[in-house]
């Protein structure tokens, strides 16, 4: 019992904390931020002010993950990010797939409470800075009314990854709201400031359930009143089915006009108003009896946000890098949505709620984004990093942001490892260590494959059991019928081989086939015709052989495609291989794919095709005979450090029908074995949205769930049952003597070619 007698006043508790790095902002860019650090063995504090962590992914907001796969809605192949947050991605897929948002808030508390190395406070909210000097945060005073206490939080590097920027606009650090203007950075798609305005707004969403009775609805009196009037998207089908719920009311937006950071409660309660009223007018309008049995479960307490402070960095990231996909040096994240602009007014205006222009590819996000030049110990992450407003538009994303975390909190540890400032590691001779460390850990960066030559596989013999060689995607007996154009995509190195397939003709009809490339060998985007071959079908099924004659000078990808005739239908193959994909000149209008881009003159973006691919159960190859076979799959693909399909399927593949497979690696002589990481096809293509979506597979088909490694004596190093990562690392300690290792994988259930997409061993 305790009884406390009158005093003039009373503080909260003093609890004074110290890390080595101190994260303010526990969404997706922090967590996989402290996460990185943490496991290259740095004491991280993550401080985080809601209940919950996530951001705009927690239960609290409840917005989908996205990134460069863009819904699988653009032409970014095999484009999903890597490293921790692809570990959450697949971790959630796997326990969650059906997209409940609350399940999605307890993978990242577990994956933040299994790190020691993480000191996390909730609902902690950080009110003040203070300096050793101008140039050098020393401290953080953060406040958690839930449990009373005040924290001084000492750290040697910080990190802000808040969102809003509160602990770089406390540090004093530069920044800027709002939209720049066409001439500063040539941006052609900067918006009239007057007239479109200068801020992307914050929405807040709604759950419904269906009761199976029916329920009444009575508005609050905030409800607006004359949402039919007043909303002009409740008219518009492209916007509103009284059927959808949740991220698909993305566009009750509002506060572009407003300061998004002083005026967050003044746009909250207009949020409100207007959720309520939506709701008023789906139950109370007579418009839609199908609305009797439902009712609201659940509605946003606070707004997610888009757009507030960006801060200055040592670069500043533009339109020009997105569309025109231009490397940096210093390279360490990637983007890949689209520059995604909405109208200021928001859910009010009678514009389109978005406008969206695609690059053709991936583009490079350079590390100098994320590093402030008027502080010694600051990184920005997240949707705060150094960009125009206009990139901001595709920076901002989660999936994007979580990247730049990545970076800066493997940053962290090497500038503690190394003694030096975030600014020093932006030296191109330091910089290259960040880059291949990031790698090592999964995070895929376009265009580099990097290694500090450390790993022992570089000096091995390697022995397959099985390598494929790629004669044929087996019909499975389904077809695809050519209402829209097809194509299946398939890796080169120099000459094209035939191909063979029966097609149906419903009639005598002339078929047109291309082959198409990328004019950017990364690319997935055909935009360049090298061949073209018609062929006149007679009534039924018809036997093609196809030799386009056509050589490439170095590994890419192209596109096989058959042009659209409805009287046609291609055979498809069930078969799975990691690196293969069917895509379609298809339709995504979520992700303003209309199967074609056509920007308007003046605006810096380019006219292209989108050819995407379908999702499982749907997707499949297209069934096709090669001659000769395609060779892109041996052992010898796994000493590249990309870990995934980039300009090749860059993995060891063996012959579907191999019952054991196994890889056999050999040293010359005896080599000790501390560490060893394997690399698995989860379906790099997949878009893993954590919310909502749902996803027909709960582990990817390729990724191998069995495995046991063991010597060149036969004695078992580790094993692994039911595994369903893209990535294990397997640890020896006291570290192993060998001369030789033998990698047994049991095949995937089903029609799959079993994979292995990489090893490094240190």
Known sequence: MIISKFENYRTFRQVALRADYVIAGGGMTGVCSAITAARAGVRVILVQDRPVLGGNASSEVRLWVLGATSHMGNNNRWSREGGVLDEILVENTFRNKEGNPVL???????????????????NTVVYRVEKSDPRTVSRLMAVNPQNGTEYTIEGRLFADCTGDGTLGYLAGASFRMGAEEREEFGEGFAPDRKEYGELLGHSILFYMKDTGHPVRYTAPDVAIKDAEKRIPKLQNPNYFNVGQQGCKYWWLEYGGRLDTVTDTEQIKFELWSVVYGVWDYIKNSGKFPQAETLTLEWAGLFPGKRESRRFTGLYTITQRDIIEQHTHYDAVAYGGWSIDLHPSDGVYSS????????????????????????????????????????????????????????????????????????????????????????????????????????????????????????TELPHDGSWFRLEYPAAELIPVNGSVPRINLTVRADEATDLRIELRSSQRCENYTPDRIDAVVTRRLSKGENILDIDFGVTYDSPRYVFVCFMTNKQVSLPLSGRYVSGLTSVFNHMNPAVSNFGRQTPPEGIGVETFEFWCPKRRPEGKNLALRFSPAIDAFG????????????????????????????????????????????????????????????????????????????????????????????????????????????????????????????????
């Open 104 to 122: 999605f808030d307890m993978v990242l508390m577990d994956k933040v409470l299994a790190e020691p190395n993480i000191t996390l406070l909730l």
């Open 351 to 470: 514009s389109n709620a978005c406008n969206q222009w695609h690059s053709k590819g991936v583009y490079q996000i350079p590390y100098r984004c994320y590093v402030t030049p008027d502080l010694d110990n600051l990184f920005i992450g997240g949707r705060i990093m150094s960009s125009s407003h206009v990139a901001n538009g595709s920076t901002r994303v989660m999936c994007t942001a979580a990247l730049g975390g990545q970076a800066i909190g493997m940053a962290a540890a090497l500038c503690l490892e190394e003694h030096c400032t975030p600014t020093d590691l932006a030296r191109p001779e330091k910089i290259v260590r960040l880059q291949t460390e990031l790698i090592k850990r999964g995070q895929f960066i376009p265009g580099l494959d990097l290694s500090d030559g450390r790993n022992l596989l570089d000096r091995a013999s390697l022995h397959p059991s099985s390598e494929l060689h790629l």
């Open 635 to 762: 052992a010898e693909f796994l000493r590249n450090n990309y870990f995934r399909p980039y300009l090749a399927p860059n993995g060891w593949i063996a012959e579907c029908e191999d019952p054991n497979p196994e890889l056999r690696i050999d040293w010359s002589s005896p080599v000790t074995i501390s560490r060893m990481r394997l690399f698995f096809d989860t379906d790099a293509d997949h878009a893993m949205e954590n919310v909502q979506m749902g996803h027909y597979d709960s582990v990817m088909p390729g990724c191998i769930r069995d495995y046991r490694l063991s010597d060149d004596r036969g004695n078992e190093l580790a094993f692994a049952t039911g595994n369903h990562q893209t990535i294990n690392t397997l640890t020896f300690s006291p570290a192993v003597a060998v001369r030789g290792l033998n990698l047994r994988i049991s095949r995937p259930d089903g029609n799959i070619c079993p994979a292995l997409m990489g090893i490094i061993i240190e």
